[in-house]
Structures are given as structure tokens and as C-alpha cells.
């Protein structure tokens, strides 16, 4: 059974920083794209960043680019988000997903997700 458990949330004010744990089990993990994604109320589900299974490429939303960093231990079959500069508008429910595809911002390329956890930026 996979499953893929998401860690780090938290309430945090604007400016700070936490960093997001996703631990995978049941799957490959070295043959999977890794992505995070998140969703505020009221909005769809938005892609934040992903980090290739070849080669460990990393691609990032405009809106994080330069305040994200996605990483990847493959032998600790987990994925981090470390995030920096926080603003309230980052606040969301943060998911880690598994895709078998090479990159990818769309939600049905990815077919295993995490529960997720939830992420408050305080102004």
C-alpha cells in the first residue's frame, strides 16, 4: 500500500520559514517524480514545485520561485519544501504527490498524494 505522509505545517508569521517533510512508502520512490502542491480555501489545487526522478531536476510556480527549495533523499525515501520569506498568502493546505512521469504542474499527471498539511502565514 502506498502512502505518502506529509510532516512540518504549521503556524508561522510573514517573513519566517518552515520546512515540509513528505515520507514515502510502498512505491518506488527513486522512479518518482515528486511534486507539492497546495490548495487555500475557496481555490483550486495549484502546483508548487517538483523534483524529477532521473536527474533530480527542480521546477518551481513563479509565485515561490526564489523563496522555495524542493529536495529529494532518496535513500530516506522522502521529499522536503523548504520555504522561506513566508507570506500570508502562501497559506494553504500543502500536499506532497507521486507521478510516474517525467515534470509535470498538473495534478493528473501525479497518482499517489498525501494527506496533506496545513501551512498559516500570520501578517
Known amino acids: 500500500q502506498v502512502q505518502l505522509a506529509e510532516s512540518g505545517g504549521g503556524l508561522v508569521q510573514a517573513g519566517g520559514s518552515l520546512r515540509l517533510s513528505c515520507a514515502a512508502s510502498g512505491l518506488t520512490f527513486s522512479s518518482r517524480t515528486m511534486g507539492w502542491f497546495r490548495q487555500a480555501p475557496g481555490k483550486e489545487r495549484e502546483f508548487v514545485a517538483d523534483?524529477?526522478?532521473?536527474?533530480?531536476?527542480?521546477f518551481y510556480a513563479d509565485s515561490v520561485k526564489g523563496r522555495f527549495t524542493i529536495s529529494r533523499d532518496n535513500g530516506k525515501n522522502t521529499v522536503y519544501l523548504q520555504m522561506n520569506s513566508l507570506k500570508p498568502e502562501d497559506t494553504a493546505v500543502y500536499y506532497c504527490?507521486?507521478?510516474?512521469?517525467?515534470?509535470?504542474?498538473?495534478?493528473?499527471?501525479?497518482?499517489?498524494w498525501g494527506q496533506g498539511t496545513q501551512v498559516t502565514v500570520s501578517s
Open positions: 504527490a507521486a507521478s510516474p512521469d517525467a515534470s509535470s504542474n498538473d495534478p493528473r499527471s501525479y497518482d499517489y
Open positions: 523534483i524529477t526522478w532521473r536527474d533530480s531536476r527542480t
